[in-house]
C-alpha cells in the first residue's frame, strides 16, 4: 500500500460518511476504527520504506527488536504497530529520524527529487568545467589544435568538452589541466552547497595532517584567542610584523 491508497481509502470513508451524515459537515467525520486501522497502514509504508533505503532485510530488524519476521512483515502491512520504543530503536538502526514514522514524505519520493537534481547538477557541471577549460586555454592564447598535441585529446571531443556535451573524464581533465596551466582546484566547484562540502572535506583533511600536538591546540576552546592572534599575525604587513618581532625581543631581553 502506498501513501496514494492511503489517500484515496480517507476519501472512500469520508464520503461514506457524508452518505451517512446527510450533510457536507460530516465529510470529513471517518469512524475512530477506521482511523486507526489507515494510521496504522501509514506507518507500515512508512517502515518498509526506511528498511527498504536502509537495504535491511525483515530478518535484520526482528533479529535487532527480537521479533519473527513475521511480525515486522505485519507491522509493513499495517496488520499490526510496533510500539514508540520499538520504532525508537529501529529509527536508530534504519537511520532515519523516529518522527520519519509519523510523517507523511517517504524516502523513496525524496530519493527521486534528489536523482533529479543530481542530474540536473551534473549537467551543469559539465558546461561550466567546459567555460573553464576554454576560459583559461583562451587567457593563455592556446589553440584548441595546441592544446589537443600537448594533450592526447583530440579536437573534436575537446570541443565537446568544451561546450559540456560530453563529460570530461578525471584522468583526462588533470591533463589538459596542465596543458591550460591550472590546477585540478581552479575547475572545484566552490559556490554551491555541495561545493562548501568538498571545500569543508579538504580543509578536514588537511587538519588531519597536521602534527598531533598542533591538531590537539587547535581543538581546544581555550585556545582560540591565540589562534585569532595567529591569524592576525598573518595578515600583518612584513614590516609592522617585523617590528612587533622587536618589541617582543626587547620584552624578553
Known amino acids: 500500500m502506498t501513501f496514494g491508497d492511503i489517500a484515496a481509502r480517507f476519501k472512500k470513508s469520508a464520503e461514506k ?3 451517512r451524515g446527510g450533510d457536507s459537515s460530516s465529510a470529513a467525520v471517518i469512524e475512530p476504527g477506521e482511523s486507526l486501522r489507515i494510521r496504522a497502514k501509514m506507518v507500515g ?7 527498504v533505503a536502509a537495504q535491511r532485510e525483515l530478518e535484520d530488524c526482528a533479529r535487532l527488536l527480537h521479533v519473527s519476521p513475521e511480525q515486522v512483515e505485519a507491522w509493513e502491512f499495517g496488520d499490526d504497530v510496533p510500539s514508540l520504543p520499538q520504532l525508537e530503536i529501529l529509527a536508530y538502526y534504519l537511520e532515519v529520524p523516529v518522527s520519519h514514522f509519523w510523517g507523511q514524505n517517504t524516502l523513496e519520493a525524496t530519493r527521486e527529487d534528489y536523482t533529479r537534481a543530481q542530474d540536473e547538477y551534473m549537467a551543469l557541471r559539465d558546461r561550466m568545467i567546459g567555460a573553464l577549460l576554454r576560459q583559461a586555454r583562451e587567457d593563455n592564447k592556446l589553440t584548441l589544435e595546441q592544446v589537443s598535441e600537448a594533450s592526447g585529446v583530440p579536437v573534436e571531443r575537446l570541443e565537446q568538452y568544451e561546450l559540456g556535451e560530453e563529460s570530461l573524464p578525471m584522468h583526462e581533465l588533470s591533463v589538459l589541466a596542465n596543458a591550460v596551466r591550472k590546477n585540478i582546484s581552479f ?4 559556490s554551491s552547497h555541495i561545493g562548501d562540502l568538498l571545500a569543508m572535506r579538504e580543509k578536514w ?5 597536521l602534527p598531533e600536538d598542533i591538531r590537539s591546540f587547535a581543538s581546544n576552546p581555550l585556545n582560540v584567542g591565540f589562534i585569532e592572534i595567529a591569524i592576525m599575525l598573518s595578515q ?11 618589541s617582543i625581543l626587547n620584552i624578553t631581553m
Open 17 to 19: 460518511a457524508s452518505e
Open 45 to 51: 509504508v512508512l517502515l518498509r520504506d526506511a528498511r
Open 187 to 190: 575547475f572545484m566547484e566552490s
Open 205 to 209: 583533511k588537511h587538519f588531519l595532517d
Open 236 to 246: 600583518m604587513p612584513v614590516g609592522k610584523l617585523r617590528s612587533v618581532g622587536e
